[in-house]
């Protein structure tokens, strides 16, 4: 069965500190692994994408994660957190060749001034 | 383009009533999927489909039903409205071509009382 954690409810982090979200993932066969992110009151806002090949992939807003398929992790994280950032941010993973995509409780981020 | 619309945004329910949420999407995509997001426990995935006419069961499909007629359209029906449903539902949509990233609607807030 597939299953998401991530470890932490909250993250604190100075603006211009580096930040990092932890997840880790299981899943049958190759995963495919995403991070979301969701302001108050609103839909979830697609981030970045893992599917094969670079284990460092890049996205939208300063934003990267480092697939580690031995730890079986997928760590977002940003050189220079933003009080712009803070959030609720979700990893989710889907099963190669299948259709559906957990996600996991989601960490809060805050990025304090 | 609309992207994945859901009516209505807020309802609310006296428990036992049954009611339908919308969801549409304009982007041709053959899966789509409705979660619920409770506090702590991130986003759930309820059903699933992969195309007109084929549903699945998610991780909590218990007092939910859904049918695909169409690839636009994918409604939720809640059967018997409990306060146990008392959530934000949010649809998704994508692309079933590789592994495209899920495009969300603004949520539905449903209160059962």
């Known amino acids: 069965a597939q299953s998401v954690a991530q470890p932490e409810d909250q993250v604190n982090v100075a603006e211009g500190n580096p930040l990092t979200v932890k997840c880790t993932y299981s899943?049958?066969?190759?995963?495919?692994l995403f991070w979301y992110v969701q302001y108050p009151n609103r839909g979830l806002q697609f981030l970045l994408k893992?599917?094969?090949?670079?284990?460092l992939v890049k996205g939208s807003y300063g934003f990267e994660a480092e697939f580690n398929k031995s730890q079986t992790s997928f760590h977002l994280k940003k050189p220079s957190a933003l009080v712009s950032d803070s959030a609720l941010y979700f990893c989710?993973?889907?099963?190669?060749?299948?259709?559906?995509?957990?996600f996991g409780a989601g960490t809060r981020l805050f990025v304090k001034a | 383009n609309a992207g994945v619309t859901q009516t209505p945004k807020f309802q609310v329910l006296k428990t036992g009533q049954s009611m339908t949420l919308q969801c549409a999407q304009d982007m041709n995509h053959e899966y789509m999927s409705w979660y619920r997001q409770d506090p702590g426990m991130g986003l759930r995935l309820i059903h699933y489909s992969v195309g007109a006419g084929i549903t699945d069961q998610g991780e909590v499909p218990n007092g939910y039903n859904v049918s695909r007629s169409t690839t636009e359209d994918f409604p939720l029906r809640l059967l018997s409205a409990a306060p146990s449903q008392t959530s934000v539902y949010f649809c998704?949509?994508?692309?079933?071509?590789?592994?495209?990233?899920?495009?969300f609607g603004q949520g539905t807030r449903l209160t059962v009382v």
């Open positions: 893992y599917i094969t090949g670079d284990n």
């Open positions: 989710a993973v889907r099963g190669g060749g299948g259709f559906k995509t957990i």
């Open positions: 899943v049958s066969g190759n995963p495919y």
């Open positions: 998704a949509s994508s692309s079933a071509e590789g592994a495209t990233e899920a495009f």
